[in-house]
T-cell receptor
């Protein structure tokens, strides 16, 4: 139980394009979803917290117009990196949880911008 | 703001031995949750063990156990009979309880553990 699916697992695209990453909770309805970014050999840094039907709450220093988060249902959240540039290349991980339960993580998306 | 510190960037241990990973944290709250997550080379984040601060008993999951010292704000992870599959990055994490309205995880910088055959 508590499976979180993230898609795609790896994406390579040209600078200037937009990339959408999906995060789905497969066997539970998540009250909250989270998006993290992880640079090589570093820890996970929270980018934003997303609740279904409401606007995401972004962490300080994260550009909300750059990283668009949509949480249309209790099982799906999407992160769109708009006009991506090489400095946006990173590993992005989502997680989902229901109240009083630990966060369950997706397998992550490796984003490479050429 | 809460902070989580892992003072051991890298550790290695022989297979079948016991290893302890250290974690300290800083908070003014009395009730909270602590976690250890494992990230193998595949980069998937796997929950290893969790501890509720209001529980005095240390959590245990098979070969994994914690030493939770609330007054010292210390939360170490002990891995017994270590196996090659334990090789991974280990992150300590802190979370406020749900009714605090801020359920985000704060992670430490991680400890890279290598189990030597």
């Amino acid at each position: 139980g508590a499976v979180v699916s993230q898609h795609p697992s790896w994406v390579i695209c040209k600078s200037g394009t937009s990339v959408k990453i999906e995060c789905r909770s497969l066997d539970f309805q998540a009250t909250t979803m989270f998006w993290y970014r992880q640079f090589p050999k570093q820890s996970l840094m929270l980018m934003a917290t997303s609740n279904e039907g409401s606007k995401a709450t972004y962490e300080q220093g994260v550009e909300k117009d750059k990283f668009l988060i949509n949480h249309a249902s209790l099982t799906l959240s999407t992160l769109t990196v708009t006009s991506a540039h090489p400095e946006d290349s990173s590993f992005y991980i989502c997680s989902a949880r229901i109240t009083d339960q630990p966060q369950h993580f997706g397998d992550g998306t490796r984003l490479s911008i050429l | 703001a809460q902070t989580v510190t892992q003072s051991q960037p890298e550790m290695s241990v022989q297979e079948a031995e016991t290893v302890t990973l250290s974690c300290t944290y800083d908070t003014s709250e009395n009730n909270y949750y602590l976690f250890w997550y494992k990230q193998p080379p595949s980069r998937q984040m796997i929950l290893v063990i969790r501890q509720e601060a209001y529980k005095q008993q240390n959590a245990t999951e098979n070969r994994f156990s914690v030493n939770f010292q609330k007054a010292a704000k210390s939360f170490s992870l002990k891995i017994s009979d270590s196996q090659l599959g334990d090789t991974a990055m280990y992150f300590c994490a802190f979370m406020n309880p749900p009714n605090f309205g801020n359920e985000k995880l704060t992670f430490g910088t991680g400890t890279r553990l290598t189990i030597i055959p």
